[in-house]
Nanobody, 126 residues
Framework: QLQLVEFGGGLVQSGGSLTLSCVMS????????IGWFRQAPGKEREGISC???????KYVDSVKGRFQVSRNNAKNTVYLHMNSLNSEDTAVYFC????????????????????WGQGAQVTISS
């Protein structure tokens, strides 16, 4: 049973930066797709980023150019680097993993992932 734990959430001023870490109990390279999702208060969970084992990445338009995913296979960790944060980025952020073959058309869909972290709260203050 794979376990994922997010670290690095917190309170950041508008315009600031924050990096979330997703530490996995298994090797990152074993999972074809790693996704990042977020859920703002009163809203549905939305996929914001997905990355394949081979290095392909997709970002939702609202974070494109501001967020970037990287991974450290030796530490079994995937990172979400977030810049130019604003109040609309306030949410609980989740990482998720899938063994299924990469599919860029569905990687923003929560049902594509089998394993999930517990979430990390990110709050942006104005």
């Amino acid at each position: 049973q794979l376990q994922l734990v997010e670290f690095g959430g917190g309170l950041v001023q508008s315009g600031g930066s924050l990096t979330l870490s997703c530490v996995m109990s298994g090797a990152v390279s074993n999972y074809n797709t790693i996704g990042w999702f977020r859920q703002a208060p009163g809203k549905e969970r939305e996929g914001i980023s997905c990355t394949s084992r081979g290095g392909l990445s997709k970002y939702v338009d609202s974070v494109k150019g501001r967020f970037q995913v990287s991974r450290n296979n030796a530490k079994n960790t995937v990172y979400l680097h977030m810049n130019s944060l604003n109040s609309e980025d306030t949410a609980v952020y989740f990482c998720a993993a899938s063994e299924a073959q990469w599919n860029g058309d569905s990687c923003f869909e929560a049902m594509s992932y089998k394993w999930w972290g517990q979430g990390a709260q990110v709050t942006i203050s104005s």
